[in-house]
């Protein structure tokens, strides 16, 4: 099997030398979709996990990439399966990226061609219509519409546990969690943060016990516990940053920095998270994503299309522009 050829066929040439960094080689690909695949949707679950793992990473361009790539081959072929695939990585990864209106459209495409019989834990082994409810819930609150947005964060909570997976609860809990926390519902949040931390604890996740208390520390900031939450806030941003996953840095590097703020604690000190330094964090992130540097003007007129930014913006903006050292 040529790998670079294989990945050319479907659009996806750039990651020819990540498939060679990673020993992805001609025997890895063959045992897991076969050649020809047994089984076609074994592709899909595979480019599906590239995108996950991109959006985690915080590499938007890179998981639109892939997410695009999943659907125009989806759509190629006409069967459900990959199509409820590709709209919801596109939603994903558009939503990541800002682009909020037009990811609410894959998700609510995904709601409607979701099938239980035949798309139950899909998504990477997560049910589909769970991952695209509680996405969308979040899409739906930056779009205005916070009432709606807390009955798709609670349908999908609802629908998990009826499911009875796990790995599709904790998703529905950690992303619902954020959906009332930006509602300004914190006791819809902090009944999900009990839940989420005691599934963990449960089933031994490494991952969601960090993700457990990293929604907690964010909880403990946004009800005003600044002094519990910063030592939090700062060793769940160390664990993640250990591994790559800049998901949510932006959100979370701001709050951190008001809560310094609103101790007062306003020193400048390059080897600590103080306001200033998570500001330039916060604000640094997003701003990478993109081909240009954007200084604070231009990041003002950038975030009238990015509502991520909006709300990033929003925040930071409470404490002094310094420009960064």
Same mark, same amino acid.
């Given at each position: 099997m040529d790998i670079d050829g294989w990945l050319r066929e479907i659009g996806l040439e750039q990651y020819a030398q990540t498939f060679r960094d990673?020993? &992805?080689?001609?025997?890895?690909?063959?045992?897991a979709i076969g050649e020809p695949p047994e089984d076609p949707l074994l592709l899909f679950l595979l480019l599906t996990g590239?995108? =996950?793992?991109?959006? &985690?990473? $915080?590499?938007?361009?890179?998981? !639109? #990439?892939?997410?695009t790539s999943i659907l125009s081959l989806a759509e190629k072929q006409q069967a459900s399966a990959p199509l409820v695939l590709g709209h919801i990585c596109v939603g994903y990864s558009l939503l990541l990226g800002g682009e909020i209106a037009e990811g609410k459209a894959h998700l609510d495409q995904t709601i409607a061609l979701y099938d239980p019989?035949?798309?139950?834990?899909?998504?990477? $082994?997560? #049910?589909? %219509?769970?991952?695209?409810? =509680?996405?969308?819930?979040?899409?739906?609150w930056m779009l205005g519409h916070p009432e709606a947005a807390r009955a798709d964060a609670d349908r999908a =909570?609802?629908?998990? !546990?009826?499911? $009875?997976h796990a790995p599709s609860l904790m998703i529905a809990l950690s992303i619902a969690d954020l959906t009332h926390m930006l509602c300004g519902n914190y006791a819809a949040g902090s009944e999900c943060i009990g839940e989420l931390v005691a599934l963990a604890d449960e089933i031994g996740g490494a991952f969601w016990k960090l993700t457990g208390a990293a929604i907690r520390g964010r909880h403990l900031a946004l009800i005003g516990n600044a002094a519990n939450s910063i030592p939090l806030m700062i060793s769940t941003r160390n664990a993640y940053e250990a591994t790559g996953a800049n998901f949510?840095?932006?959100?979370?590097?701001?709050i951190l920095g008001s809560t310094h703020a609103a101790l007062g604690k306003f020193e400048w000190r390059a080897d600590r998270e103080t306001p200033r330094r998570s500001v330039?964090?916060?604000? $640094?992130?997003? %701003?990478r994503v993109g081909k240009t540097t954007l200084q604070p /003007?231009?990041?003002?007129?950038?975030?009238? !299309?990015?509502? *991520?930014?909006? %709300?990033?913006?929003?925040?930071?903006?409470m &404490?002094? *522009? %310094? /420009?960064?050292r």
């Open positions: 990673n020993a &992805i080689n001609a025997d890895v690909l063959r045992k590239y995108v =996950v793992a991109h959006g &985690i990473a $915080g590499n938007v361009e890179a998981c !639109r #990439d892939v997410a019989a035949e798309h139950r834990l899909l998504h990477f $082994g997560i #049910d589909p %219509r769970v991952s695209a409810l =509680v996405w969308r819930s979040n899409a739906l =909570v609802k629908d998990a !546990r009826a499911i $009875g949510l840095a932006p959100l979370d590097l701001a330039h964090c916060a604000i $640094g992130i997003p %701003r /003007p231009a990041l003002k007129r950038e975030c009238r !299309r990015n509502a *991520w930014l909006t %709300r990033i913006f929003s925040t930071a903006s &404490i002094s *522009w %310094r /420009p960064s």
